[in-house]
């Protein structure tokens, strides 16, 4: 079973549009989540991460994040899209019964038109 | 704070010769540092985990004596692509474990451009 799900490998939104990235773990303990965003030719730069505490993260950028434990999920999302946004992001989830390690998504590529 | 460096970002180099990347964590101390493959299009592939002052630890299914990964102090790790061939050609990211956020949180390298003719 896929440890970590992108739904949408590609999103597209319109500048000022409500941003929305999906994503869902399978973990069964309490994970650790991030999300990172990945410019072309470039590393992976954190966004924001949950580990304990406040279900809802702030990033950077304007981004932020819930962990809803219910639904094993941790969307990210930023209330209006601007050009720089356009990305590819990562969901990334960090856990024990992982080894600890990093386990990301497959990504999703964020499209901003103008 | 959390910044790591990579060296060189592009390399091209004739199929048969081996090929060093450093990894380096600018301000912080990294007890692990960890070494990706990204295929265009794809996510990133754990390649391995190394710790300061011992062996790395390969995923299933990547070479060791192909992939030979240093971590000779701290703050640098190093990946050598030995006898390289077109088919190791892809985007090499290094990430390192620390920093003042704490043991959980993974800070990534720009990532090193492997192009073999």
């Known amino acids: 079973a896929q440890s970590v799900t992108q739904l949408g490998s590609h999103v597209s939104v319109s500048e000022g549009a409500l941003v929305l990235l999906r994503c869902n773990y399978s973990?069964?303990?309490?994970?650790?989540l991030f999300w990172y965003v990945q410019y072309p030719n470039q590393g992976l730069q954190l966004l924001l991460k949950y580990t304990t505490g406040a279900t809802l993260v702030k990033g950077i950028n304007g981004f932020e994040a819930e962990f809803k434990k219910s639904e094993t999920s941790f969307h990210l999302t930023k209330p209006s899209a601007h050009m720089s946004d356009a990305a590819e992001y990562f969901c990334a989830v960090s856990a024990m019964e992982y080894g600890n390690k990093l386990v990301f998504g497959a990504g999703t590529i964020l499209r901003v038109k103008s | 704070g959390a910044v790591v460096s990579q060296h060189p970002s592009w390399v091209i180099c004739k199929s048969g010769t081996s090929v060093k990347i450093e990894c380096r964590s600018l301000?912080?101390?990294?007890?692990?540092m960890f070494w990706y493959r990204q295929f265009p299009k794809q996510s990133l592939m754990l390649m391995a985990t190394s710790n300061e002052g011992s062996k790395a630890t390969y995923e299933q299914g990547v070479e060791k004596d192909k992939f030979l990964i240093n971590h000779a102090s701290l703050t640098l790790s190093t990946l050598t692509v030995t006898s390289a061939h077109p088919e190791d050609s892809s985007f090499y990211i290094c990430s390192a474990r620390g920093g003042s956020s704490g043991q959980e949180t993974q800070y990534f390298g720009p990532g090193t451009r492997l192009l073999v003719l």
């Open positions: 973990s069964s303990v309490p994970p650790y």
């Open positions: 301000d912080f101390q990294a007890t692990t």
